[in-house]
């Protein structure tokens, strides 16, 4: 699995992994074979709707943005299977010294509970 760094605030508990996925919407296509991947490795079968990642796109511009379920177990499998490396898994400390150096580009992608029942 992935460990997680925890944050205290008073009584709040915040948990967060020590792994981040890198997303570079300038490579991406949006081809959506992050999605068929990752719903194969973790749900046995090829629906975008049930993968861990979600490419996001706005057709009238061509801009494409990627959200994570926090339910991903950083596996890879999304990194390898994009054709045109518009993904990488990189360490919590790498995302946020990379963040503090670049104002458009590559980001950290989104959390958020993407998964439909």
Known sequence: MFSTLEFKEGDMKIEMKEKVIIFDPDKCSGCRICELVCSMQHQGEYNPKKSFIRIMANEETGVYIAIQDVKCDFCNQCVEACPLDALSIVGMEEAIIG???????????????????
């Open 99 to 117: 963040r503090k150096n670049v104002t458009i580009g590559s980001f950290p992608i989104p959390v958020s509970s993407v998964i439909e029942a």
